[in-house]
Every structure is written in C-alpha cells, then in structure tokens.
C-alpha cells in the first residue's frame, strides 16, 4: 500500500467517529477522533520526511 492509501484510509476510517463526536455527542469517539488525528500527524510528518528525502537524493 503506498503512502497515499494510508493516508486516504486513515482519514476515511475517521469519519465515522466525527459523525458520532459532533452530531451524536459521543464522547468516546471523541477520543477516537483525537487518537486518530495523532496518528494523521505522525503519518504526516513521515510522508513529509520521505518526500524531502527522497527530494534532496535526485538533486545530490
């Protein structure tokens, strides 16, 4: 599975606990959300690190 997919799966997985969070008041999936939104930020900073890494091995 390549980057983008991750990416993609891990945003439509989250759907559900915002729906349940914002329009249902369940504080649980509150949390779900929170977990899943550090996870898109960790996720994020790695695709951030490959890209530039991956960037500056083409121009050495």
Do not use: H, P
């Not at 960790?42 to 890494?53: F, G, N, P």
């Amino acid at each position: 599975m390549n980057r983008f997919e991750e990416l993609r799966k891990l945003v439509l997985d989250l759907e559900g606990d915002f729906d349940k969070f914002y329009n249902k008041g369940n504080q649980a999936a509150g949390t779900r959300v929170r977990k899943g939104m550090q996870d898109l930020k960790v996720l994020a900073q790695e695709i951030r690190t490959q890209v530039q890494d991956m960037k500056n091995e083409k121009s050495a």
